[in-house]
């Protein structure tokens, strides 16, 4: 009824007819999808009530700005900061955005996440990882910087500034630093299907293990995969996480819905829920065991390794 109301009021208007329709698209896919069932009702009627008073219609004559516009929207209606909206149907999809298709196109000049490997004075290894690109493609250049990490006394893995990517990329990468049949203690909760299971992955490069010391640097600029990484290992007495307090989106995205007009909703489907704290990350960020600013936490990772190795 309220689809059909709107339809109407909408092509009577003459005004934003296919912006205001989406909207409602995008509520009900909300509704019906997204992971925190009570937000997710609320949420969309909230939506639903802003779209009739006509809160949306400022940008409707530019698919690019709207989709910017209603973004912002959901992450302040909901709290949740993986929300997204794109559009995609620019001339001959010229104009479309599709940031994840941008994404995958800069793995190869970005080393497929694999910033920086160095060795420390101490034989502490150092790797920086600045994204988690998909699994498969980035599996030969990970299987290298493991292997030279591989022979170190210690290990600080870097993801300040990782914004993120793949879980299927993260799990293996959180699991080397675990032993084997280890299983990683979080468990993935979803209302469209059945919970993941997270099976442990045959590694092609060398286990780090969990003897060794480690500490994973983060800082608000860190966020979802990266955090899981962190936030798993820190909740096991696995790693030292030393920086700022990153950005807090734990919830996995599904695939994005489209909707009347060429535009795309990314909706967080997946809440991981740690079996060791019964909760996650979400909002409040991975808090940091030693909180320092951005630009002093290697230099405080590599004091207190030194005085690990030295004791």
């Not at 205001?20 to 009627?45: C, F, G, H, P, Q």
């Not at 909230?46 to 009739?52: C, I, M, P």
């Not at 993935?188 to 299971?197: H, I, L």
Request: proline share 4%.
């Amino acid at each position: 009824m309220i689809m059909q109301t709107l339809i109407i009021s909408a092509a009577a208007m003459g005004v934003c007819a296919e912006e205001r329709i989406a909207v409602v698209e995008i509520a009900d896919a909300i509704e019906t999808r997204y992971v925190l069932e009570s937000n997710a009702k609320i949420s969309a009627e909230t939506l639903r009530r802003k779209n009739l008073l006509g809160t949306y219609d400022e940008h409707c004559e530019d698919g690019v700005a709207f989709a910017d516009f209603l973004t912002r929207h959901l992450r302040e209606v909901t709290g949740d900061k993986h929300f997204y909206v794109e559009f995609t149907a620019g001339p001959n999809n010229s104009d479309g955005e599709d940031w994840v298709a941008e994404w995958r196109k800069e793995a190869a000049s970005n080393a497929f996440g694999v910033k920086h490997v160095e060795r420390f004075e101490g034989n502490i290894a150092y790797l920086a990882l600045s994204s988690f690109y998909e699994y498969e493609p980035a599996e030969r250049a990970l299987a290298s910087a493991f292997e030279l990490l591989s022979t170190s006394d210690a290990a600080i893995v870097d993801l300040r500034g990782n914004g993120g990517g793949s879980p299927e990329t993260a799990w293996p990468i959180e699991w080397t630093f675990k032993e084997a049949n280890n299983p990683i203690q979080r468990k993935m909760e979803t209302r469209v299907s059945e919970p993941e299971k997270l099976e442990e992955p045959s590694l092609s490069w060398p286990r780090y293990g969990a003897k060794r010391p480690l500490v994973i640097l983060m800082n608000k600029s860190s966020f979802s995969a990266s955090e899981a990484v962190a936030y798993g290992l820190q909740a096991e007495g696995r790693a030292i996480i030393i920086g700022e307090r990153s950005g807090g989106g734990a919830h996995m995205l599904g695939d994005g819905v489209s909707v009347t007009g060429g535009w795309k909703i990314g909706i967080p489907e997946t809440r991981p829920v740690n079996r060791i704290t019964g909760t996650n990350w979400e909002d409040e960020g991975v808090v940091p065991d030693v909180e320092v600013s951005s630009d002093k936490a290697l230099a405080r990772a590599l004091v207190y390794l030194r005085g690990k190795l030295s004791n």
